[in-house]
């Protein structure tokens, strides 16, 4: 069955970095664009950002290009999301989240993790 | 403020019906399929809806979906208390080059 699990989460100073881990399992990695997604605490769904299958094609959403960077490594069916600069507005839990095999042009997300929380304090 | 609005929250009885909208512009939905979630308490968001108006597997035909011009609706029959979640609506946003959610609906099963 498909498995994402995030890690990496934590407690980071303003103007620090974390990185983000997700490993995938249960299809085959290499076939699907991939994106990640956060909520901040009793807040809704904000959308982060999103990679090709190939690592080819990024998207980032406003309020963090510059300052995230998405990649993948497909030989080891990892996801990740490297945070620097980080504000306090960035805390939030970040879901891993796979797009759909629809041909759709929306990315919708079919599978998603359990999310790891980020809280960015002093 | 989210791109897509969506009513803060809505509740009807077990077993009625209830619809949740979704309103746009053209720039999103009004050019662009909509995809619906379902967060229950403490969960992963849960995809519901995709290309407007299909099921993935599993979910069951009592959530429907549609569209029309920029907005889009959420359906769902014979409401049960498993059903109290939180609801979210998303899609492109050519403007934005990134994908948008409304700010979501809390559904309470009276």
């Known amino acids: 069955q498909v498995q994402l699990v995030e890690s990496g989460g934590g407690l980071v100073k303003p103007g620090g970095s974390l990185r983000l881990s997700c490993a995938a399992s249960?299809?085959?990695?290499?076939?699907?664009?991939m994106s990640w997604i956060r909520q901040a605490p009793g807040k809704g769904l904000e959308w982060v950002s999103y990679?090709?299958?190939?690592?080819?094609?990024?998207y980032y959403a406003d309020s963090v290009k510059g300052r995230f960077t998405i990649s993948r490594d497909n030989a080891k069916n990892s996801l990740y999301l490297q945070m620097n600069s980080l504000r306090a507005e960035d805390t939030a839990v970040y879901y891993c989240?796979?797009?759909?095999?629809?041909?759709?042009?929306?990315?919708?997300?079919?599978?998603w993790g359990q999310g790891t929380l980020v809280t960015v304090s002093s | 403020q989210s791109v897509l609005t969506q009513p803060p929250s809505v509740s009807a009885a077990p077993g009625q019906k209830v619809t949740i909208s979704c309103s746009g512009s053209?720039?999103?939905?009004?050019?662009?399929?909509v995809s619906w979630y379902q967060q229950l308490p403490g969960t992963a968001p849960k995809l519901l809806i995709y290309?407007?108006?299909k099921r993935p597997s599993g979910i069951p035909d009592r959530f429907s979906g549609s569209k029309s011009g920029t907005s889009a609706t959420l359906g769902i029959t014979g409401l049960q208390t498993g059903d109290e979640a939180d609801y979210y609506c998303?899609?492109?946003?050519?403007?934005?080059?990134?994908?948008?959610f409304g700010g979501g609906t809390k559904l309470t099963v009276l």
């Open positions: 989240a796979r797009v759909g095999p629809y041909g759709g042009n929306s990315l919708p997300c079919d599978y």
């Open positions: 249960g299809f085959t990695f290499s076939d699907y664009y």
């Open positions: 990679i090709s299958s190939r690592g080819t094609t990024k």
């Open positions: 053209s720039s999103n939905i009004g050019n662009y399929y």
């Open positions: 290309d407007n108006n």
């Open positions: 998303g899609t492109w946003d050519s403007s934005l080059s990134h994908v948008v």
